[in-house]
Nanobody, 124 residues
């Protein structure tokens, strides 16, 4: 089992920044690729970013590329999502997830564990 707890969400104006954190506990964090997904009201959950278990490969949705950066700190068992130049369309609940396969994916069904989510609201 892996427990994931997100934090760092909040209300920010368009053009601002937030850094989300996802703290992992349970099984060995470094065995898992990690991903961030988001779900806006009335919409399906969508992929935002992912990072491989070793951190050497990162993946981004086109909608966030160049604005968001995913990273991980194995010493702290934490994965981060730095979000810059936020837009109102980035408003969503953001979830982190752990993928036991280790490679990272943009497909949510490949993830084994999920956090409860943290709300991000971007005002115009």
């Amino acid at each position: 089992q892996v427990q994931l707890v997100e934090s760092g969400g909040g209300l920010v104006q368009a053009g601002g920044s937030l850094r989300l954190s996802c703290a992992a506990s349970g099984r060995i964090f470094s065995n898992y690729a990690m991903g961030w997904f988001r779900q806006a009201p009335g919409k399906e959950r969508e992929f935002a970013a992912a990072i491989s278990r070793g951190g050497s490969r990162t993946y981004y949705a086109d909608s966030v590329k160049g604005r968001f950066t995913i990273s991980r700190d194995s010493a702290k068992n934490t994965v981060y999502l730095q979000m810059n130049n936020l837009k109102p369309e980035d408003t969503a609940v953001y979830y982190c997830a752990a993928d036991a396969r280790g490679s990272g994916s943009d497909e949510d069904y490949k993830y084994d564990y999920w956090g409860q989510g943290t709300q991000v609201t971007v005002s115009s």
